[in-house]
């Protein structure tokens, strides 16, 4: 007898879909659950990934069902974005065609696997009923100063004549033309993220369901550091001797008479300059008393000034060289202003290297160009004796100009910039931190330099003999050192004195700054949501009305010219002024379609007709309780959501308490593990399609169609390029949409990843078989009509005493089981471990250690062949398929159906049935057992009497660190999923295990 899946699964999807079970109720005796998986990108076609996402999600919905609880399980489209304008292209299609027409493809395959979502909430993004809301609120935006437009670099294809996404850049060259992509500037749209960095970053710390890995993720990315502003005075007219001679290096001595008048030059010249002073960044301030230059960006104001001030001297030498011809000939060939020029425009092609990718910014050489100009160290005056009183001030390529103000202090000890500029252009290098504990292994380690080989011969004068322990540059924090007043500080203690003592003294304060820029929204695509803005030539630029929302996207554009066709589309594109009625033009380019999923999860409380975020919906619904998509999305998606609730509140939408008393969208979130499979090379190194291979004698692999040996790479996430992918429709189609569902959750744990198995999705469908075979077979015998029978009575029972049992009762199965226990009805072994199994399995299903529950309830399921009468076996299947049903849907009900329970409670989809365990077997059967290592107590664990030798070890392993640190010492972190893996190394440590039952256990290594 074999079980027809496939009619199985068609016939309780039709069922829940014409009982309209998985539609959120009105419902608000119940608690709330909010349970939402990151929406897809409609391509068309579901893969691996997809299956075990949406598998995770529905069993944590099916099960908060169960529980009682009223269930917002929704799903949409992130239905914007490249693919279905490229595709448009490629074949001649509407996006928004080629877009609706996999969606459809797309929820066919969501339903054939029996998601239990409500579909009548759903959302597609790309339809106005979805993006009329956001233009809104880009407009709320604007008005609280949230948006704003600035000139911004985007990829151009001079060749197409056209804005490119940064994924069609491939290695600096156009995706369809094949030109070297350029840099250009364009007017663009930004949200302000930065102004919420902080909050940002602080808040994280209040997500204590988030995985760490996310937050520090998100931590690292946000990038607060604390910093300081420091003004330093820059020396000019006091010292032109210094300045002029020095700098321009020449032999000739200009007469005093000519010194004066230069000076005069300089003086008349250099008030309007205004070059008097220069605030620098740093995020490390404890280390001022080891700055020994200055360095500012090409774009730094001062830079001007520079040129301004070359430009007179250069001027003054030049009438000079003029009227003493014989003397200055052959000195001034190259005028210091174009030895700037020449600098800046060797910069410029830096930038141009490390723009298209050719070379990391760390990666290029630091090139710097002395300005002449000194500054004076701002605590010289205090401490004479600690300090390099000037410091020469450099341009130099390395300093970006929007890193804090484009200018820095270098500390060549502490940073590997600026020590690679000070070696370079011999700059002092004074070591002013050292390891808190110093190590004489750390100094080979660490480094090539022996920092007494290396200290500058300008700085005789102060004595580095005590600093012969350091790598060098040491960047970590550690001891402060020659540095005056804060000697023997900590870098933390220091950088908090160096902070106050600049704002009492007026030189500078403190600063935090952030890693993280605004958020660039503008795309220069036709398939997005248009950016609600017009050009006015009397107005300027402006938001449309809100009356004139929602600006519709043009449908059928035309993609014969290159770039986004909204630019051609002249009638949409002219328009009327609102305000002044003259031609005015809308704005072409259209939102980063990561502003749809910025918002979708709350647009998914209100059904869809509702006009906008309705605020008792948000009340009832926000936050989502539980959040579930790929750890690929742990930075972007996650942050740009978390920053608009906190803009839309600033807006006035909502304000905290109407979404759940904090201002952050998910409570508890689960990033799911990539779903791996072997990948294979053929004998000239090309990725192949292994699928189908074999394993001979000696190991290696051969392919069934061809015969030809196959080469296997590793496992690695599955990828079309790799050839690696499994189609889910095949698994569904050859093995039903439960066993997909069962073999993906059960095989390792959610947030891991999964690794693809033929004999693992085999195993699963058989084990369904197994169970649908045994089922059907009881469900003839005669001790069905008995458990019926009580069934019916016990609901009687239920009713005519509801108010007294809903306390004590979740549910009325909970009830059933709990009379059956009560009145010996089953054997008492059996129902005690049904009981234990109830509780197990509830656990890990809540603690999301969904493979383990599928693990115990298999073994509760061989507890079958223990059974010795048929209303036992039917009782103890009956438990098996209530715990299966989050993970086997279909089969759970057509069971359910089988012994005629459908018809006395209703289908398992529609109640709540989640069974209650008996807490008083459960620790009636429970006993401490003590458990040694090599003869000394390590600790104890609570067992049940009748566990085998074999699962107490596992425990005990599991349970005890001692135990778990010595047995998994060495363990391959590569086999961390592999339970045969585990099993293996345990029985090659442990020697022996004497157990004396329910007394101690004693493991001996
Ligand atoms: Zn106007």
């Known amino acids: 007898m074999s079980y027809l899946f496939k009619e199985i699964s068609k016939k309780w999807q039709q069922k829940w879909q014409e009982k309209k079970v998985f539609y959120t109720k009105e419902d608000v005796s119940s608690p709330k659950y909010y349970c939402l998986e990151m929406f897809p990108y409609p391509s068309g076609k579901m893969h691996m990934g997809h299956l075990r996402n949406y598998s995770i999600g529905d069993v944590t919905a099916r099960y908060h069902r169960a529980l009682g609880y009223n269930v917002l399980y ?10 279905a304008e490229n595709a448009a292209i490629e ?111 602080d808040s994280l710390d209040s997500l204590k369901d988030w995985p760490e890995s996310v937050k520090v993720m998100q931590k690292n990315w946000i990038g607060v550091s604390e910093g300081a502003l420091i003004d330093f005075e820059i020396l000019t007219i006091d010292n032109i001797e210094n300045n002029i001679y020095n700098f321009y290096n020449f032999d000739y001595k200009i007469n005093e008479n000519q010194k004066k008048e230069l000076e005069i030059e300089i003086k008349n010249n250099i008030k309007s300059l205004n070059l008097n002073k220069l605030t620098i960044y740093t995020t490390k301030p404890e280390t001022i008393f080891g700055a020994s230059f200055i360095a500012i960006s090409i774009e730094h104001e001062l830079v001007k000034k520079i040129e301004s001030y070359f430009t ?464 059907e077979d009881l469900s003839k015998k005669n001790e069905k009509i008995k458990l019926i029978d009580i069934a019916l009575k016990i609901k009687a029972e239920y009713l005519n005493n509801k108010n007294i049992f809903n306390k004590s009762f979740n549910n009325e199965i909970s009830y059933f089981i709990e009379q059956i226990t009560l009145k010996n009805l089953c054997n008492p072994d059996i129902l005690k471990k049904i009981h234990r199994y109830i509780a197990n399995v509830s656990d890990d299903i809540k603690l999301f250690k969904i493979n383990k529950a599928i693990a115990k309830i298999r073994e509760l399921s061989n507890l079958y062949f223990h059974c010795e009468s048929d209303f036992d076996k039917i009782f103890l299947i009956i438990v098996v398929i209530i715990l299966l049903s989050p993970i086997t849907p279909h089969l759970s009900e057509e069971i359910w159906e089988m012994f005629g329970f459908t018809e006395i409670y209703g289908m398992l989809s529609e109640i709540r049935y989640w069974p209650d365990y008996n807490k008083q077997i459960i620790n009636e059967s429970i006993i401490n057992l003590p458990v040694q290592l090599n003869g000394k107590l390590k600790g104890i664990i609570s067992i049940y009497s009748d566990m085998s030798e074999e699962s107490i070890v596992k425990t005990a392993i599991d349970n005890i660190s001692a135990l778990s640190n010595t047995i998994y010492k060495n363990k391959d972190h590569n086999h961390s999923n592999n339970l045969d893996y585990e099993k293996n190394q345990i029985g090659k440590i442990i020697k022996k295990v004497i157990y004396i039952p329910q007394k101690i256990l004693n493991i001996i290594i």
């Open 312 to 775: 007179i001297i250069d001027n003054f030498l030049f009438n000079l060289k003029k009227t003493d011809k014989k003397k200055l000939n052959n000195q001034f060939n190259l005028k210091k202003t174009e030895e700037l020029k020449k600098f800046i425009d060797e910069c410029k092609l830096y930038y141009e290297i490390i723009n298209k990718k050719i070379k990391k910014s760390e990666e290029i050489e630091k090139i710097g160009f002395f300005t002449g100009f000194y500054a004076i160290h701002p605590f010289y005056n205090e401490y004479p004796d600690s300090i390099q009183k000037l410091i020469p001030i450099y341009i130099a390529n390395f300093v970006i100009s929007d890193y804090g103000t484009g200018a820095i202090f270098g500390c060549p000890a502490h940073d590997k910039r600026d020590y690679e500029f000070a070696i370079k252009y011999q700059l002092p290098i004074k070591p002013v931190v050292k390891p808190l504990i110093q190590s004489s292994q750390e100094e080979d380690i660490n480094s090539d330099h022996k920092s007494d080989t290396i200290i500058s011969s300008l700085h005789k004068d102060i004595d580095y003999k005590t600093y012969k322990y350091n790598p060098i540059p040491y960047i970590e924090s550690g001891i402060i050192f020659n540095s005056g007043p804060i000697d023997g500080f900590t870098t933390e203690d220091a950088k908090k004195f160096i902070i106050n003592k600049l704002e009492s003294s007026g030189f500078g304060l403190g600063k935090k700054k952030y890693r993280i820029r605004d958020w660039g929204i503008s795309r220069q695509r036709y398939w997005g949501c248009p950016i609600p803005i017009i050009y006015c030539p009397k107005c300027g630029t402006i938001p449309v009305d809100r009356s004139d929302l929602p600006i519709l996207l043009p449908e059928n554009p035309d993609f014969e010219k290159s770039g986004n066709p909204l630019i051609y589309d002249d009638s949409w594109r002219v328009t009327k002024c609102h305000i002044c009625g003259s031609n005015a033009q809308r704005e072409t380019d259209t939102f980063d379609t990561f502003f749809e999923s910025s918002w979708y999860f709350l647009r998914f409380c209100s059904k869809k007709d509702e006009k906008n975020l309705n605020i008792s919906d948000l009340k009832k619904w926000m936050p989502v309780d539980q959040y579930i998509g790929g750890i690929e999305h742990a930075i972007l998606h996650l942050l740009y959501a978390r920053f608009f609730v906190r803009a839309l509140s600033k807006c006035g939408y909502f304000n905290k308490d109407d979404i759940g008393g904090i201002l952050e969208p998910f409570k508890s979130l689960l990033t799911q593990g990539m779903v791996c499979n072997m990948a294979f090379k053929d004998e000239n190194g090309k990725w192949i399609n292994g699928q189908d291979s074999y394993i001979q004698k000696d190991g290696s692999y051969i392919c069934k169609k061809t015969s030809r040996k196959l080469y296997p790479v590793g496992v690695e996430k599955m990828s079309k390029s790799k050839f690696n992918g499994i189609n889910p429709d095949d698994i569904i189609d050859n093995y039903g949409a439960d066993a997909a569902r069962l073999f993906i959750l059960s095989d390792s744990p959610p947030d891991k990843n999964l690794e693809w198995s033929n004999t693992g999705i085999d195993g699963a469908y058989r084990y369904l078989n197994k169970i649908y075979t045994i089922a």
């Open 91 to 201: 074949n001649n299609l509407s996006p928004k065609d080629w877009t609706i027409g996999n969606i459809a493809q797309m929820r066919y395959q969501l339903e054939s696997i029996g998601l239990s979502y409500d579909w009548e909430r759903e959302q597609i993004t790309c339809l106005p009923d979805y993006y009329r809301h956001e233009q809104e609120m880009f407009i709320s935006f604007l008005e609280n100063g949230i948006a704003y437009q600035k000139e911004s670099d985007v990829n151009w294809d001079p060749v197409d004549n056209t804005v490119l996404a940064n994924e069609q850049v491939i290695d600096g060259r156009g995706w369809r033309s094949g030109a070297l992509i350029e840099k250009k500037k364009l007017n663009q749209w930004f949200l302000k993220i930065t102004d919420f960095a902080e909050d940002l970053s």
């Open 74 to 83: 929704p799903m949409g489209w992130d239905a914007f974005g490249l693919p």
